[in-house]
């Protein structure tokens, strides 16, 4: 049995079906992706003056990410466009290469997580609170029991606010030194993970949800390059189709990431 409309159009939509769907599929993405910017804004925007946070992410990292994405959405076109003109070495190269693109995008996102899982702000009995990466605890270290000691690479600062905007002079100009600290003296210890505050919880929220959406695209695009490819030799254009569909998805996961970025990484 042959299913119709997977190379011609339909008559009433002049799409074929794959296309016709992903552009539904893609219309609740918007509507997922634009619930969450919107709730971002209004979490800001609520936010108590002087806490919502600055500076907090590695804007070299994601300059790199963006960059990333910018070219695997040129590379996965080059894939769609080699399909069309029947180059099959040329097509394996491109989504080749698009796949790499998208794992270093996500190597990237990865090395950004753990660095936010061991980075701690902890909040001293005196009042003061010391900031920074973790670098060791003792063998002995039991928050609850107040023993040990852990030990941490940053700095130590009056007010909390004084955390919040990382873009200040005073916080660029902040000597960081390994700081030993006896666990009798912290009151609360608490990496930057998203349970941490409002702006971590929509930032591991938004930025994780796109990484799921790469890998997702990513198996598609593998599976397309890999097994999935005999169908070239049986159907070109419906594989032409499918590498189509598939793009459309890539170049809208790479248009979430260039609204995220400003948004996150910028402001």
Known sequence: MEIPYTVQNRPDTGLYNAKLGIWLFLASEVMLFGGLFSAYVLLRAGAEPGMWPHGWLNVTLGTVNTLLLALSAITTLLAWAACKVRDFGKFKFFHACTILLALSFLGIKSYEYHDKFIHYEIALADGTFADGHLKEKSADFDLKKKTGTVTIEGHIVEDRKELMDLRTEEAKKAVHKEIEIKA???????????????????????????????????????????????????????????????????????LVWIFLFPVMYLT
């Not at 919880?201 to 949800?209: E, H, P, R, V």
């Not at 169908?231 to 890539?250: A, H, Q, Y």
């Open 184 to 254: 009798a003296d912290i009151k609360k210890m608490q990496n930057y993970g998203p349970w941490h505050n409002t702006f971590t919880a929509i930032y591991f929220t938004m930025s994780g949800l796109h990484a799921l959406h790469i890998l997702g695209g990513t198996l598609v695009i593998f599976y397309l390059w890999g097994p999935g490819s005999k169908m070239w030799k049986t159907d070109p254009e419906r594989f032409t189709n499918r590498i189509e569909v598939s793009g459309l998805f890539w170049h809208f996961v790479d």
